[in-house]
């Protein structure tokens, strides 16, 4: 009997530490539990903290970009208006250069006769290089024809290619708008004619 009650103490103690054993290993795994709850939560926290972040930062981008896009219409818009007014300008600008540019109907007459005349023959351009003292002379009284404008002269330098002045006025002589040589050099310097010398110090002029 003794040896039963012994052995069944034993068997009670072995149960006892086996059940203490159990329960610390219990609490050991709550703690452990508690402590992932918690690394759980605070992850959590910072989670939501960076997503107010982020959130606040894209609508802070959102407006940044609406205001760019507004930004940019309004430039646009802008930019439309004043390059629509520098049209404007750009046409009065022509308008009044045309406006002044523009010769009269003897002018306008004189230009399409010049342009369309047929070529003078070599001999006689030979003969106005070679006189156009006489051929001034012969032009009239020394006054430049009211007909014979910049224009004019641009069309009778771009038919013969690189004229003297003597050349020119007889050209324009020969459409019948009498002009010196003298007149010609005059009205071909503010026509935006270039003047060079050839190789025998004739002046001859082209168009720039």
């Known amino acids: 009997m003794a040896r039963s009650r012994r052995s069944t103490a034993t068997t009670s103690l072995g149960l006892a530490d ?23 939560a605070r992850l959590q926290e910072r989670a939501t903290e960076r997503e107010k972040v982020l959130a606040e930062r ?25 390059r629509k007014r520098l049209a404007d300008e750009v046409a009065r600008l022509r308008e009044r250069s045309r406006t002044r540019r523009t010769p009269g109907r003897k002018g306008q007459a004189a230009s399409a006769a010049v342009a369309t005349a047929p070529a003078p023959p070599a001999s006689e351009t030979a003969g106005a290089t ?13 006054r430049t024809p009211a007909g014979v404008t910049r224009e004019v002269v641009r069309a009778a330098i771009a038919k013969l290619g690189s004229p003297t ?15 010196s040589g003298r007149a010609i050099r005059f009205i071909a310097e ?15 002029y082209r168009l720039g």
Do not use: C, K, M, Y
């Open 130 to 142: 070679a006189t156009p003292r006489r051929r001034a002379a012969g032009a009239g009284s020394g």
């Open 190 to 204: 503010n026509a935006g004619a270039v003047a060079s010398r050839d190789e025998q110090g004739v002046r001859r």
């Open 18 to 40: 086996a059940v203490r054993t159990l329960v610390d290993h219990i609490h050991v795994l709550v703690d452990r539990l508690r402590r992932l709850e918690d690394d759980n």
């Open 58 to 82: 894209l609508a802070g981008l959102r407006d940044r970009v609406a205001s760019l896009r507004q930004e940019n219409a309004q430039l646009r818009a802008t930019g439309a208006e004043r």
């Open 165 to 179: 002045a003597a050349e020119i006025a007889a050209e324009i002589t020969r459409v019948g708008a009498p002009v």
